[in-house]
């Protein structure tokens, strides 16, 4: 799933739960709940291009959180822990080890279960454009009590 997928979801979660804790612990579980649908993914063949597009979809993601949002710390930290397994994933690269090898296990393999089965390109692309649509008008409806 991109980022900006994450993001929101992360942000969302931070507005309607107004325990801190809990808020920051549904967000980090968040990501593996949009993991398990179908999703297209960055291709990294070109590195320089994959770091450009992982940049403008984090920006992306963060700027629809400020114009969104209250903007509260709190909807930024959930929003950033979100996307913590995926960091955690580009570490193991970097750091092999148990842990790693075993978190890329969980995370590559179980989590991303649906990556290995054939399905279409649009159902993967319309999956991550559903969900981006979801919570952005949770967001909105957040923020403006519709």
Same mark, same amino acid.
């Given at each position: 799933?991109?980022?900006?997928?994450?993001?929101?979801?992360g942000a969302?979660?931070?507005s309607?739960?107004?325990?801190?804790?809990?808020?920051?612990?549904?967000?980090?579980?968040?990501?593996y709940l949009?993991?398990?649908?179908?999703?297209?993914?960055?291709?990294?063949?070109?590195?320089?291009?994959?770091?450009?597009?992982i940049?403008?979809?984090?920006?992306?993601?963060?700027?629809?959180?400020?114009?969104?949002?209250?903007?509260?710390?709190?909807?930024?930290?959930?929003?950033?822990?979100?996307?913590?397994?995926?960091?955690?994933t580009?570490?193991?690269?970097?750091?092999?080890?148990?842990?790693f090898?075993?978190?890329?296990?969980?995370?590559?393999?179980?989590?991303?279960?649906?990556?290995?089965?054939?399905?279409?390109? $649009?159902?993967?692309? $319309?999956?991550?454009?559903?969900?981006?649509?979801? $919570?952005?008008?949770?967001?909105?409806?957040?923020?403006?009590?519709?």
């Amino acid at each position: 799933m991109i980022l900006l997928a994450h993001l929101l979801f992360g942000a969302t979660i931070a507005s309607y739960i107004k325990n801190s804790i809990l808020a920051v612990v549904l967000a980090f579980f968040s990501h593996y709940l949009l993991d398990f649908l179908p999703h297209a993914e960055y291709s990294i063949s070109n590195k320089k291009t994959a770091i450009f597009k992982i940049a403008v979809d984090f920006c992306l993601g963060i700027l629809l959180i400020y114009i969104l949002s209250d903007n509260l710390f709190i909807i930024y930290v959930c929003a950033f822990v979100a996307i913590i397994p995926d960091g955690l994933t580009v570490l193991s690269r970097f750091l092999p080890n148990k842990f790693f090898s075993w978190y890329n296990n969980l995370h590559s393999k179980k989590i991303h279960f649906l990556k290995y089965k054939k399905i279409p390109i $649009f159902w993967r692309i $319309f999956s991550q454009v559903l969900v981006v649509a979801i $919570f952005l008008i949770l967001l909105i409806q957040q923020l403006y009590g519709f």
